[in-house]
Structures are given as structure tokens and as C-alpha cells.
């Protein structure tokens, strides 16, 4: 049994929490808030042990095995640096920092204090994609040539929402363009360099933005995100020997379909959630909480750390720094 805890009582952790209720080896144990009446009323919800009214109160519980990180993005570093102090493995929700500074050093913490360190990069522990791993591994569309990923959500302007504001790491790039990114980057490894436009706000944040990434055989990746328009949000897979489309919503569709060279249906798969499709995270932190590990192979810190690389790199291209970076 492995006992969770989580930080923040936001909108995603309570996608998370209803998928550790569904499973038999996670324990809800302990819920943080920043105030004690959200931590209880979060907990009677959810059914969690403990209600804590503050982050570092969680952080001490000794009883707790590894700490859920759903907070936004500006207090990820905070976050997970206060519960490896304190001895608690953690599983961090996307995109794991401000930027590649931050992510080192939450990496480099962990190895010092042999505790547990994952980006909740649920994407790449769901079925379809493992599939379309399994079908590139395998050689069906031969050599990849050229990707295509999107993910862009139609948000209203909000000056107080998180995703607004640079104070809060705000931007499509951090909050959605990490997932077509990363897509691309597990795909094709790390390009050797890229070409980045962005829309940005008179709020001082990304609101559409597009990434390519180009490799040296001359295939790339094309991605874009944002918070301007509402799309399928679809990916394609090309290669010299065929090609390979995921569903609408890619990044956690469970449908994907393989096609021969001459784009005739080869075969296609659905995956529908045993829960709500974060079980899977879930039970790789859990795999590797049992195996000893100290990172994950699914998703490994030399990866997230190039997508770090990537996004630091876009930012710099746009002249769009986090307040948190201004004296950098
Ligand atoms: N994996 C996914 O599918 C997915 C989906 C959505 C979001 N996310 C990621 O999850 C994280 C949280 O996103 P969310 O949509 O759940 O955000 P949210 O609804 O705004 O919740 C964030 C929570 O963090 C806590 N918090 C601590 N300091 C805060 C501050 N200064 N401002 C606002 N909240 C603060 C709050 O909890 P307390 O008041 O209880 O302390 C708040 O409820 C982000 O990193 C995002 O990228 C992942």
C-alpha cells in the first residue's frame, strides 16, 4: 500500500485524488490547503486521512510515502523543495518548473536526499500512446519524418486566473505546449534547434505560440499552443514507411491508428480510462516507489529536463521572462 498525500485542493487534484479513491494499493492519506477548511472539506470529499491547513505541515508527516504536487507552476520548485527536505518522495505536476535552473536543482535535491522525483507527465503512461510507442519501435512507418502535435483550449481572458498571469508561470507554452513538446521530444529525442513564434498579452504572458523543432536528418516536429482558439487538438506521426494519428485531445486520447505508405488503415485501437486515465501515473510512481527507484524510466529526468531546455529556449527568443527570472 502506498500512502499519498497532496498539495493544493485546485482543479487537477481533484481529478487526481478521485483516481487514487479507485485504486487498491493507494491510500488517500493526507490533503494540504493553504487554508485548513479547504484541506477538510477536500478530505470528507475524497475520503483522505488528514487535513492539514498548511503545505509544510504534510511535508513532516512522516507516514505519508510520496507527495502529489498540484499547485501552479511558480510554487512547483517551492513545493517539492519543501518535501525532500523533509523526506518525501514526490510526484510533480507539469511543467515541473519556471525553468531548467529550477528543474535541476529540484532533480539534483532528490538525488542528494535518495528520495523520488517524476513530472506528472501522464501522457506518456497512457495505453495509446504506449501503443504508438510499441507500433514506431517496431518499425512499422519506418523512420520518422515529420510530427505534428497541437493543443489549444479556448480560455477567456481572466486577469486573476493563473494561466494569465506571469507571476504564476503563466502562458500556453508551460501549461499546454509542454504536452505537444514532449510528445516530440519522446518520439524524435532532442532536436538540434528550433524555430518558436509567439502571440503574447498585453498581461505579459504567451497566448499562442508555435515550436518546431528540427532534426539534423531533416525531419522535425510541429507543435503550437494556446489559449486563443478551441481545435481538435489531434497528432499525426509520419514516417518513410507510414504514419500513425492519435485521437482528438491527443496527449490523452485512447484511441490511435496506424496507416501503410499508401495511407490505407492498418489498424485501430481504443483504450478507454480504467478510471479517469491518471491511474496510470499513479501506478508507475507506485512501481517505482516499490522497485527502489529513484527517477522514472517513463518518464526520465534527462528528458524533462531537455523539455525544460526547449521551453527556456522559446521564452528567451521571445524576450518573455518570468518576474521570478528578472534578475537573471
Ligand atoms: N495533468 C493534467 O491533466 C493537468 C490538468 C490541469 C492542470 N495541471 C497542472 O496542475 C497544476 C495546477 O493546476 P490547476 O488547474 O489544478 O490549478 P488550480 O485549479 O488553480 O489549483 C491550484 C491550487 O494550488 C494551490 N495554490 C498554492 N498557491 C497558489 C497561488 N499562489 N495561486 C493559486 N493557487 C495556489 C491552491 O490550493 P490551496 O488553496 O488548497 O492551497 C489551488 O487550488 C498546474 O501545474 C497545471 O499545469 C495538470
Known amino acids: 500500500m ?37 484541506a477538510q472539506s477536500f478530505a470528507e470529499e475524497f475520503g483522505f486521512e488528514k487535513a492539514y491547513g498548511s503545505y509544510e505541515e504534510l511535508a513532516r508527516d512522516e507516514s505519508i510515502d510520496i507527495v502529489y504536487i498540484a499547485t501552479p507552476m ?24 519556471l525553468n531548467t535552473k529550477q528543474a535541476e536543482e529540484m532533480f539534483a535535491k532528490a538525488e542528494e536526499k535518495g528520495l523520488f522525483l517524476m513530472e506528472a507527465m501522464w501522457m506518456k503512461m497512457r495505453p495509446a500512446y504506449l501503443k504508438v510507442r510499441q507500433w514506431i519501435n517496431e518499425g512499422r512507418i519506418g523512420d520518422i519524418r515529420y510530427i505534428k502535435a497541437d493543443f489549444n483550449n479556448f480560455i477567456p481572458f481572466d486577469k486573476n486566473d493563473r494561466l494569465f498571469k506571469p507571476e504564476c508561470g503563466g502562458g500556453a507554452l508551460l501549461d499546454l ?7 516530440a521530444v519522446a518520439l524524435m529525442g532532442e532536436p538540434s534547434s528550433i524555430e518558436t513564434h509567439a502571440h503574447i498579452g498585453s498581461c505579459g ?28 487538438n489531434n497528432a499525426v506521426i509520419a514516417g518513410d514507411k507510414g504514419s500513425i494519428t492519435m485521437g482528438d485531445w491527443f496527449f490523452c486520447s485512447p ?27 499513479i501506478r508507475e510512481a507506485e512501481k ?33 521572462k518570468f518576474p521570478q527570472e528578472s534578475a537573471l
Open 205 to 232: 504572458i504567451d497566448l499562442s505560440n508555435s515550436v518546431t523543432l528540427l532534426y539534423p536528418n531533416g525531419a522535425f516536429a510541429s507543435t503550437t499552443s494556446g489559449f486563443e482558439v478551441q481545435n481538435r
Open 2 to 38: 502506498i500512502r499519498w498525500g497532496i498539495i493544493g485542493t485546485g482543479k487537477i487534484a481533484r481529478t487526481f485524488a478521485a483516481a487514487l479513491q479507485g485504486l487498491d494499493n493507494s491510500v488517500t492519506a493526507a490533503v494540504a490547503s493553504r487554508t485548513l477548511e479547504n
Open 74 to 97: 511558480h510554487k512547483h520548485y517551492e513545493d517539492t523543495l519543501l518535501c525532500l527536505e523533509n523526506g518525501r518522495n514526490v510526484l510533480c505536476e507539469k511543467s515541473i518548473a
Open 288 to 320: 517505482c516507489l516499490a522497485e527502489g527507484l529513484k527517477t522514472s524510466r517513463a518518464v526520465p529526468p534527462e528528458e524533462t529536463l531537455t523539455i525544460m531546455r526547449i521551453m527556456d529556449e522559446c521564452r528567451r527568443v521571445w524576450d518573455l
Open 255 to 281: 484511441e490511435c491508428t496506424l496507416y501503410d505508405a499508401e495511407s490505407r488503415q492498418i489498424e485501430d485501437r481504443l483504450f478507454p480510462p480504467e478510471i479517469n486515465g491518471y491511474e496510470y501515473e
Open 177 to 183: 505546449g509542454v504536452y505537444p513538446i514532449t510528445f
